[in-house]
């Protein structure tokens, strides 16, 4: 079965939206802790929110069968680009 599809910015200054997609018919579980998911994982069920550095990671479950786990890191990044003063 096909792996999820974790979309969204991967690079973001205040937050960003992420959003998922598997086979037709299938369940998608996630986490954000960066722990392996499972079908006890959260139900995606629609767009959520970042604000902070995040690693997702998501199965697609069907009859039973589960996918290869996706992963898709999201990283925060401070508005001071680095540069020190004009």
Excluded: C, W
């Excluded at 898709?72 to 020190?84: I, Q, Y």
């Amino acid at each position: 079965m096909t792996s999820p599809s974790i979309n969204g910015n991967t690079s973001f200054t205040e937050s960003t939206q992420v959003s998922m997609s598997g086979p037709d018919g299938a369940e998608i579980h996630y986490t954000t802790d960066g722990s392996t998911p499972t079908a006890e994982s959260a139900l995606y069920s629609e767009a959520f929110t970042l604000s902070a550095t995040t690693t997702v990671k998501a199965i697609a479950i069907k009859d039973g069968q589960s996918s290869e786990v996706a992963s898709r890191v999201f990283t925060k990044s401070s508005n001071d680009d680095g540069m020190g003063q004009d």
